[in-house]
Every structure is written in structure tokens, then in C-alpha cells.
């Protein structure tokens, strides 16, 4: 069972093909069709004061901004924990199942033992706009429970492949209790290996209230996160987790956020 240390290891076959799966679908549009996606912003969500897991920060007073992670864990999520260890930034992480967190539990149980947020990206990461509710149910469920098994917290926050979704895909969150989160920042990493451009392509679109896509999986990504977050934090951005951003609101099932 691999153990969460900051020693990598070379990426298996499997591992490299779902990683250029998902870098594939990834560049299609988020969503298709005439679909007109509703989504609420962070402002609109909260109320009170929050208490933060990194200290106590308002969000109606201060810049916030969320740092989150698709599609691990995987053989780079060690090296990122420790990042965001030495820089006290939470970070909310959405987690595949199959090839992800059977392989990585252990980072499973660390990502949630300091403090970040654990959510659900789908067992397989396919399209849930394209699966029958039974299969939509099974992708998410799945997910649920094993993060659930290990530790100890069902997720309550999902973001589906590639942003693709639809009412169905609505419906069945709200009764299984979770809530979608897409994004207003991408870097695209799945396109490049450069870690300065990544950066740029962050800094660039960062904003208030601002929710920041990236992929622990690829090459590139983990080296640019000290700089993303030393220059948004000298800009005077305060990192925070999605529950946090939205709180002392709370996010709704089967309503999506961005």
C-alpha cells in the first residue's frame, strides 16, 4: 500500500492512461447542448461570521480565494500536501475512485487529517450527462462511500467531469446530499507541463471570491502552487476551503456554485 511520503515514483501504465483520458476530456466545452446552467456565487451564500480550519477568517471582509484539486490523489498529492502544509492553505480536494483513491488511501486519510476539504469527482470520471440515473447514482455513491470508509465524513460537495451536468444530474445530487462545485479559474494544466505558464494563467484570472481549478496529476501543476500562492497571497488573498468561502452559508444539494 503506497504511503504518503514526499517520495514519488514513476506513473504505471494505467496511471498514465487515465491521466490522458481525462487531459482529452477535458478539452471539450464544459457543457453541451442549448443547456442554460444556473450556478450561485460564494457572495450570495453567506451570513455570518466563519470559523476557518487555518484561523478564523470573514469572508464578507477579507479577499478569499479557493485552491481546489481534480482527479487525485495521486503520485504528486504528497509533495502538494506538504506544500500547503508549509504555507498553512487549505485546499479542497475532488477525488476520482478507480486508480485514485483504491491506490492512495493513506493521502486520502491525510488530506482530510489536515484539514482540507475531501469531495467527489465520480468513481471513472465519465460524463455524467451522458449515463443513465442508475449509472450517475453508482459514480457518485461509490465515491461517497469509500472517502466515507476512510475518513469517517461523507463528502457533501461534487464537481462532475469536465462541468457537464443537467437536471438529472441535479436531481440525483440533492438526494444523495451533495452539492456541485464547477469553477472561475482554470489554468488548463491538462495543456502544458510548464509550471511558469501555469502560474501565469492562474494569477491572471484570479479574483475575489475566486474558485481555482487544478490537477494534482499532471506534471506540471504542483511545482507552480508556491508561486500561485506566495503572489496571491502578497496581493492579499486569504486561502480558504469551499465550505469555508461559502460559509457561514452553507451549499445546497443538488444546487451548483461557481
Known sequence: ????????????????????????????????????????APSAVRATDVQARFGTVDCREVKCI????????????ARLLDVLE?????????????RHIEKYPELVRRMAGEGHEVA??????????????DEIR????????EIERLTGRRPTLMRPP??????????ISRELGLSEVLWSVTAK???????DLITRRVLAKASRDGIILLHDLYDGTVPAVPGII???????????????LLAPGKAEPGEVYR
Open 138 to 145: 453508482e459514480e457518485l455513491r461509490r465515491t461517497d462511500e
Open 189 to 195: 494544466d491538462y495543456t502544458t507541463t510548464d509550471s
Open 1 to 40: 500500500m503506497p504511503s504518503p511520503t514526499r517520495k514519488t515514483k514513476r506513473p504505471g501504465t494505467a496511471f498514465r492512461t487515465m491521466a490522458a483520458v481525462i487531459a482529452a476530456a477535458a478539452l471539450t466545452p464544459a457543457l453541451s447542448g442549448c443547456t442554460r446552467l444556473e450556478t450561485t
Open 86 to 98: 508549509e504555507e498553512q492553505v487549505p485546499a479542497t480536494f475532488f477525488l476520482l475512485g478507480r
Open 120 to 133: 467527489n469527482h465520480t468513481w471513472t470520471h465519465r460524463r455524467l450527462t451522458e449515463l443513465e440515473p
Open 66 to 77: 479557493a485552491l481546489t484539486f481534480d482527479a487525485g490523489p495521486s503520485e504528486h498529492s
Open 162 to 171: 469536465q462541468g457537464r451536468t443537467d437536471d438529472t444530474v441535479h436531481d
Open 230 to 244: 506566495a503572489e496571491l497571497k502578497k496581493r492579499g488573498y486569504v486561502f480558504v476551503t469551499v465550505p469555508q
